[in-house]
């Protein structure tokens, strides 16, 4: 799959003044090759420099997510599949902002569609969505465009420290309020 993404990235650099629009397809496409959002933004900074990379990786992450909703609503035993994973994973009553999924977008190995799948559940429309998904998509595109090649070439110790600074974010950021319904407080036993 990289050498695939090495070719495709190849296409686009010599595509001329279709090489944005191509840059953005892929970003759609890019689901389908399992490559991670990381590493197409990267490529946009090398590309396309820091400003044009941002502003391209920001239309095309954020296309991605509209047709993640779309996809998503038609298959409502998967969006009841991918609820109890998160539950699992982050509890059953626990909800997360706009602030700490932008957050959390910047940590490379949490799977991107299962944040867009909490931004799903805290908005009330497509709308509130969509505002959601670029609010949050804004600081990822930005910091892995800019820092593309020290991110690659970052040593695992590095990484270690900058998800460690990450962690405070998370805690300060988080909803400051639980709900616990009736039901699940008072469990028959």
């Known amino acids: ?3 695939l993404g090495t070719n495709i990235m190849t296409i686009i650099e010599h595509g001329g003044i279709l090489a944005p629009v191509l840059f953005i397809g ?10 991670p959002v990381v590493f197409i933004c990267v490529t946009g900074g090398v590309l396309f420099g820091t400003l044009a990379g941002s502003v ?8 991605s997510s509209i047709v993640f909703y779309g996809i998503i609503q038609w298959m409502p035993k998967t969006i009841r599949k991918l609820t109890r994973i998160r539950e699992k994973l982050m ?16 940590v490379p190995f949490i ?8 931004l799903i559940e805290m908005s009330a429309n497509f709308k509130d969505y969509t505002k959601a998904s670029l609010f949050s998509n804004i600081p990822l595109a930005l910091v892995y465009t800019t ?7 970052m040593s695992p110790l590095y990484i270690s420290v900058v998800l460690l600074l990450l962690l405070p974010f998370l805690f300060m ?3 400051k309020e639980i709900i616990i319904k009736w039901q699940d407080f008072f469990q028959a036993a």
């Open 1 to 3: 799959m990289e050498h």
């Open 26 to 35: 892929f970003h759609l496409l890019r689901p389908l090759f399992f490559l």
């Open 56 to 63: 391209y990786s920001i239309i095309g992450i954020t296309l």
């Open 91 to 106: 509890g059953k009553n626990s909800g997360l902002t706009t602030s700490q999924v932008a957050v959390l977008r910047l």
């Open 111 to 118: 799977h991107f569609h299962l944040l867009s799948l909490c």
């Open 147 to 153: 820092l593309g090649q020290w991110i690659s070439s």
């Open 173 to 175: 950021l988080r909803r």
